[in-house]
């Protein structure tokens, strides 16, 4: 299966927000406006060993999913102390298809993943051996899951129920080391509240007014979260992994057992959030990623609980046989994907496929190398940060590239090239949807067309986009607050969870 993924991370072209991050790994940031900067060190990291590559970009998520399950191993070992549970516990991220397969896909949430789990495998150590000092490590981990995604605040009250419930609370409350913890989690999270500090806290107003934007009732949003998990973790895996963590739970509060009210916590509350949370908003396809695997824990761990709990027979046999085909059925639809995608010529889905939606930018910046050589541009000029993230991967630094708007995104990058941008024509690319021209209507700019190009994946007309030469206009890299071109805002009818100006 590591196989599987190093061949689909090799040969899938990168996907517009996988672009995006690799941009962030060209700047030294302490933070970026949409996310912790963790994962631009993770692409770092790979594109040093193997290149501005498909697999340089997302090699750190091949090791992230390694780490992930020798976490799960070991977490599962030191609870349970039998091999079958551990061989279950390693198996079921296979049978996912967001870890089996996606995990190849760089996103904030890789690196996200095993941080999170090392901090729970940091305490599950601590429980195990009553040393205090695995706080300090759980706080290590802790802030480098912060570091990754800001979402992972959320298993704060797993952490609080592991301390505050069971009967150890008051030692626990009276010894140093949870807290040392919890400082050490503030100051490796520091780097993003340094820069945010000095940028008007503006990645987490950005993360704030996602999460508090006004939407309508909507059984779409809830459908689409449901049919998320069902996708992603499994349509078996999902109910038996839910089955399991509520039997956890019940067990764990029940006598106050400190794994077991981590485990259950860590999973089941962060769910139920969102399950709240899709009555009125899209949850974002990898939002819930960070918790499953910890479920995972809780899956392998709840069958052995229950045989030494004396459970009926008829319901242990049960509960393997459903684990069983989560494994087999899992495993065998994440195979089934990753041949359609790397080896099928077919795209039985049109233009909602998650994968071709995304695919064939080569065709768009084929088009652009053309009329940058015609028309004597030196620069190209965008409206979205998906094109412009495109653009840079294709051109990788032999023309400047600009994102004409939302330039709150880019607070604190690199001088992109004005000496070939200020008093030069460019090249504006911008969707076909988007081409109103309101962006430019502020401005000095004069915009001649020079046709459209098409963005096809297997024979599907995926966007279209229309091309036009820039003159007479410089675009501002740092305009004021107020100006159009800085801000971003949250469209209350934007199901897709995209900022824009």
Not at 82 to 105: D, F, R, S
Not at 416 to 430: E, T
Request: charged letters at 15%; aromatic letters at 14%; hydrophobic letters at 50%.
């Amino acid at each position: 299966m590591t196989v599987v993924r190093i061949v689909y991370a090799g040969m899938l072209d990168l996907r517009t927000d996988e672009a995006y991050y690799w941009t962030w790994s060209k700047e030294l940031q302490l933070c970026f406006l949409d996310h912790p900067p963790m994962i631009a060190w993770f692409i770092r990291l790979g594109t040093t060993l193997f290149g501005d590559t498909n697999l340089g970009v997302r090699f750190a998520g091949i090791v992230a999913m390694g780490a992930t399950q020798v976490l799960l191993g070991d977490i599962v070992r030191r609870v349970t102390h039998n091999t079958g549970a551990v061989i279950l516990a390693v198996m079921l991220p296979e049978a996912a298809l967001y870890y089996g397969l996606l995990m190849a896909k760089v996103a904030p949430d890789i690196a996200a993943i095993p941080f999170a789990l090392a901090m729970i495998w940091a305490l599950v150590l601590m429980a195990e051996s009553d040393d205090g000092r695995w706080w300090l490590a759980a706080g290590l981990f802790g802030g480098l899951a912060l570091l990754s995604k800001f979402t992972v605040v959320m298993l704060l009250p797993a952490v609080a129920a592991f301390l505050l419930v069971p009967a150890w609370r008051t030692r626990w409350l009276l010894s140093p080391y949870p807290w040392c913890g919890a400082l050490i989690a503030l100051i490796v999270f520091s780097p993003a509240l340094i820069w945010n500090a000095q940028h008007d806290w503006a990645s987490f107003r950005f993360q704030f007014v996602r999460a508090t934007a006004p939407h309508d009732f909507s059984w779409a949003t809830l459908g689409d979260y449901i049919g998320l998990q069902l996708g992603q973790v499994g349509f078996v895996l999902f109910p038996v992994t839910l089955t399991a963590l509520t039997l956890t739970a019940w067990r764990g509060y029940r006598s106050r057992e400190p794994v077991a009210i981590l485990l259950s916590t860590a999973v089941l509350l962060p769910f139920l959030y969102f399950l709240r949370k899709s009555l009125t908003l899209r949850i974002g396809d990898t939002w819930p990623m960070f918790m499953w695997p910890i479920g995972f824990a809780a899956v392998a761990i709840n069958i052995v609980k229950l045989q030494e709990d004396g459970a009926p027979a008829w319901f242990i046999r049960s509960t393997m046989r459903w684990a069983r085909i989560a494994v087999v059925s899992g495993i065998a639809m994440v195979v089934l994907i990753f041949l359609y995608y790397v080896a099928a010529p077919w795209n039985f889905l049109g233009r909602t496929d998650p994968i071709g939606a995304e695919a064939g930018y080569q065709q768009v910046a084929a088009r652009v190398e053309q009329e940058l050589q015609k028309n004597g541009a030196s620069w190209i000029g965008t409206s979205d940060y998906r094109t412009y993230a495109m653009m840079r991967w294709f051109f990788r630094g032999r023309v400047p590239v600009v994102q004409i708007n939302e330039r709150a995104r880019f607070m604190g990058f690199r001088d992109p090239g004005m000496d070939l941008i200020a008093g030069h024509p460019g090249l504006y690319v911008v969707r076909e949807p988007d081409n109103t021209g309101l962006l430019l209507a502020g401005t000095t700019a004069h915009r001649e067309p020079l046709g459209t190009v098409e963005r096809s994946w297997r024979g599907r007309v995926m966007d279209s986009y229309a091309l036009g030469k820039l003159t007479g206009w410089t675009p501002e890299l740092s305009p004021p607050p107020d100006s159009p071109l800085y801000q971003w805002r949250w469209l209350a009818g934007d199901l897709d969870g995209t900022p824009r100006a």
